[in-house]
């Protein structure tokens, strides 16, 4: 599978409407990047359903999930997408497996109480439901959303790799020693091109508000040396500038790099818009930044 150096990650192409997110697809794919990712969240569509719907409507560009949650749907049905779209898609579709976080889980009425036994137990029925489907002549990878050591060694040791998610260079680094040489590693980037630094970090803020709420994503941050006063009141610029990548294209494209030279295989950015997620907004900054990526 060719996915390049950049792809984009954004959470409207699993709440646009389907004829808009074909038409976006279709103009990241035109712009040259490598990958378009389909979240799962809270007023998002089914996550399998819309990679095949994105997948039907380009002729080459990949997709992944970005996450499929693990609690909404059991293991033989995630297994059983995972093959037909690998089946009817070769070599251009990538699963993206993860926990999701506490909260959300709790409205959908599971017990979250032990996320890595879940994931390492779901792992393995879905290799085991594998075993009465039939085998894709390109299998599609399977990766995990992981953030702190353990999950990282459970996306190193069942899984083809890591899609981490609200996380700066630095986390980059640290997982790749954990993953070692052979893995997929794949961090979201937020991107906004705004220089000025005060609408910038307002960008960002915003983008920051829903995750402050989520602590797998504030635990992972204390490690690499941020505290409760950067998670205060909206969040500290030192956050802000840590989670987004501000500034002209340039700027952006060095962030990406450093994720590159900190170990990732990829790196899929997400583009922020003032007011909220905008996919018209977001398809101009990846129509600016297509240039300076090398794309």
């Known amino acids: 599978m060719d996915i390049g150096r950049v792809g984009v990650w954004h959470p409207m192409i699993s709440k646009a409407p ?3 997110a074909r038409r976006a697809a279709a103009r990241v794919e035109e712009l040259g990047y490598g990958s378009l990712w389909v979240n799962e969240s809270v007023g998002s569509k089914e996550p399998l359903a819309m990679s095949a719907v994105i997948l039907a409507a380009t ?4 997709v992944g999930t970005g996450i499929a949650n693990l ?11 995972r093959v037909a779209l690998a089946d009817a898609f070769p070599d251009r579709f990538l699963l993206g497996i993860g926990v999701s976080h506490g909260a959300l889980v709790a409205g959908r009425g599971h017990d979250y109480a032990k996320p890595l036994t879940a994931m390492r137990s779901y792992l ?9 489907l039939p085998t894709p002549a390109s299998p599609a990878p399977r990766i995990l959303a992981a953030l702190r050591p353990k999950m990282l060694e459970l996306s190193r040791d069942q899984a083809d790799g890591a ?8 986390h980059t680094s640290q997982a790749r020693q954990i993953l070692g040489p052979d893995r997929l590693l794949i961090p979201e980037q937020a991107v906004v091109l705004e220089s000025d630094p ?4 307002e960008i960002a803020r915003a983008h920051l508000a829903f995750y402050l709420k989520l602590p797998n994503y504030l635990n992972n941050l204390r490690t690499l040396g941020l505290t409760d006063d950067d998670f205060a009141d909206g969040g500290s610029n030192r956050l802000a500038d840590t989670i987004v990548a501000w500034g002209d294209a340039g700027a952006i494209a060095k962030r990406v790099q450093a994720h590159l030279d900190a170990g990732a295989d990829h790196v899929a950015i997400q583009p922020l818009s003032p007011e909220a997620p905008d996919l018209a907004h977001a398809l101009s900054q990846l129509t600016d930044l297509a240039g300076p990526l090398g794309l």
């Open 124 to 132: 393995a029925a879905m290799d085991q439901a594998g075993q009465a």
């Open 18 to 20: 389907a004829e808009e």
């Open 198 to 201: 005060a609408r910038a970090r």
């Open 59 to 62: 002729e080459r560009l990949p």
């Open 71 to 81: 609690w909404a749907r059991d293991a033989t049905a995630m297994e059983a997408g």
């Open 163 to 170: 899609h981490t998610y609200f996380v700066p260079p630095e």
